[in-house]
């Protein structure tokens, strides 16, 4: 079984810096895309920051020039550097992974962690 698990959530002060983790593990063949998402109670999950597997990054505008997303491919583990955290930063962040299982089929699956608790209040 593929999983996600992410690491690093919790409580900072606005101004503060964070940085999320998730490794992936299980049996996989490829991942070509590994980002962040977050979601509060009632709307909708929103992408905060990708990373492709050649390195491109995609950033929403609301983080732009404060969080930084980095791969590290060998270990199938992404990162999310949080700075100049504010409080509408605060939700649930989601780790996400698109991949291939399998070279046989070459079918490409969505995953998701379980989701950290980033809270930004002072």
């Known amino acids: 079984q593929v999983q996600l698990v992410e690491s690093g959530g919790g409580l900072v002060q606005p101004g503060g810096s964070l940085r999320l983790s998730c490794a992936a593990s299980g049996r996989i063949f490829s991942i070509n895309v590994m980002g962040w998402y977050r979601q509060v109670p009632g709307k909708q999950r929103e992408l905060v920051a990708t990373?492709?597997?050649?390195?491109?990054?995609n950033y929403a505008d609301s983080v732009k020039g404060r969080f930084t997303i980095s791969r590290d491919n060998a270990k199938n583990t992404v990162y999310l550097e949080m700075n100049s955290l504010i409080a509408e930063d605060t939700d649930v962040y989601y780790c996400y992974a698109n991949l291939i299982r399998r070279r046989t089929d070459w079918a490409r699956v969505d995953y998701w962690g379980q989701g950290t608790q980033v809270t930004v209040s002072s």
């Open positions: 990373v492709i597997s050649g390195g491109t990054t």
